[in-house]
């Protein structure tokens, strides 16, 4: 049986929109590189290993789903394969400074992504109201 809170997280990545599942992508990624480095700082490089594997899967998530039509996803794919390498060699390594590096990246664009969603709603709310 499924308790009440998984049912909510559930429920709230069938019902987000796709700019909103981007963001908890980004905020998943971030918590898994978190806890990967939590991890192998207390030695415990299996539970590393997982949480960082985890983190990798968003990444590579992110770099298939680009679309190569727009001159942005150009410009991601370098930084989410350099994200991705860090991952890889901190895990190998048990080297959290690579973690961190990969972690500080994905901050940046997860709070650019942030920005880009308020201009966006600041976009649309003038659309709706008819001023240009």
């Known amino acids: 049986m499924v308790n009440a809170a998984e049912e909510y997280r559930r429920?709230?990545?069938?019902n987000a929109p796709p700019e909103q599942l981007t963001l908890m992508l980004y905020n998943g990624c971030l918590k898994?590189?978190?806890e990967g480095i939590e991890a192998i700082d207390a030695k415990?490089?299996?539970d590393a290993n997982t949480f960082l594997q985890k983190a990798q899967?968003?990444?590579s998530e992110f770099r298939v789903t680009l679309n190569m039509d727009y001159e942005i996803s150009h410009q991601?794919?370098?930084l989410y394969n350099y994200v991705f390498d860090r991952l890889v060699e901190g895990n190998m390594k048990s080297d959290?400074?690579?973690v961190v590096?990969?972690?500080e990246i994905i901050s940046e664009l997860?709070?650019?992504w942030v920005e880009a969603m308020k201009k966006a709603r600041i976009e649309k709310g003038k659309a709706k109201k008819g001023v240009s």
Do not use: G, H, N, W
């Open 110 to 112: 997860r709070d650019a």
């Open 96 to 98: 959290t400074s690579k």
């Open 11 to 14: 429920q709230q990545v069938l």
């Open 57 to 59: 899967r968003i990444i």
């Open 101 to 103: 590096e990969a972690k």
């Open 32 to 34: 898994f590189m978190d």
């Open 76 to 78: 991601l794919l370098p």
């Open 44 to 46: 415990k490089y299996e």
